[in-house]
């Protein structure tokens, strides 16, 4: 959207001023609007799949322990989600088994519960943070703030055996992870309808029920309120297994000698087998009563269209600077890569070390920005 009252015409002279010091200083490509940035990253893959998060309105909870257990009022009358699908959507088939999650908060904690079903109920791992999903295992990711850094992971398998872990940004983005980092105060239970590790009979389900406290959660991007909306998603990763003796095996594929791969069910599908793209994580919308929730939106079209023309933008960049070894600041040649114009002309900035792009809007005076890290972040211009 082009900017037009005062403030706006101020930040587009600064842009306009920004770019043409940095052209000056930075080495010219002989192509018209392309600068050298120094690029060592490549494309990244693009979801397949329409951008269609999905959503659920989080409602308060009154008493709940947590045993695995989900006989408490709030829980039976908190709503499911939708079943989760294959990780890469509509792309693939549906899952072998159901996967469903409900949720709640308080003042103090953020609950959710799972429900798996398998027929054999498996797992090995005991010793908290392995790496989980190499037993079958339900994942949680989290982040508050919607910026698609500084987000934690979760993830847990039949036993009770947790890995909780930190990333600064994700893996296509150089992100660092903090495996040391903990859950503190983090409640779980399993129940499991059914025997774990025994082949001679056939379960039913397993049950999740967690409690993360939002002190720790907070740290991201400050406590919930009713209105405010968190980005989040699950994961289950399933294993094909066969019965060797009274054990478990993970099945071998002939044509490799390796496990077959694993399966990956969630419920805000990623459009490409990665759960490291925030973006595509679905909404959770903190509700304070029935009310509350029948009537408040979810974050706004508009608001959702600008990330989403920003995000197009990035995963151009990535290809171009992939071919080119530069960032771009012309978008015909950016929507030659991928780059979607929603109609909102976003201005961009190439600089030595990368590039930013931004997106007014005048009604309500917010600045959208993306950065050449895949950060996306708004500021009240006013």
Sequence with gaps: MIIKNRSFKTISLLLTFLTAL????????????????????????????????????CKRAGTIIIDGILDEESWTSAAWTEDFVDIEGELKPEPLHRTRVKMLWNDSYLYIAAELYEPHIWAKLRKRDTVIFYDNDFEVFIDPDGDTHEYMEFEMNALNTLWDLFLTKPYRDNGRVSNSWDIKGIETAVDISGTINDPSDTDEKWVVELAFPLEVLAEFGGYPEAGKIWRINFSRVNWQTEIVGNNYVKAIDPETGKAYPEFNWVWSPQGVINMHYPEMWGYLLFSDDKQTAQTAGFTSKKDEEIKWTLRTLYYSQRKYAGENSTYSDNKN??????????????????????????????????????????????????
């Design 22 to 57: 940095l052209f000056i200083t930075a080495c010219i490509d002989n192509t018209p609007g392309v600068y050298k940035a120094r690029v060592k990253k490549g494309p990244v893959p693009v979801p397949g799949i329409k951008f269609e998060p999905e959503k659920y309105i």
């Design 333 to 382: 040649i950016l929507a030659i890569y991928g780059y979607t114009d929603m109609g909102y002309d976003p201005e961009i900035l190439v600089k030595p070390t990368g590039y930013e792009a931004y997106i007014a809007t005048e009604e309500d005076s917010i600045l959208w920005t993306i950065n050449n890290q895949g950060r996306v972040f708004k500021k009240n211009l006013e």
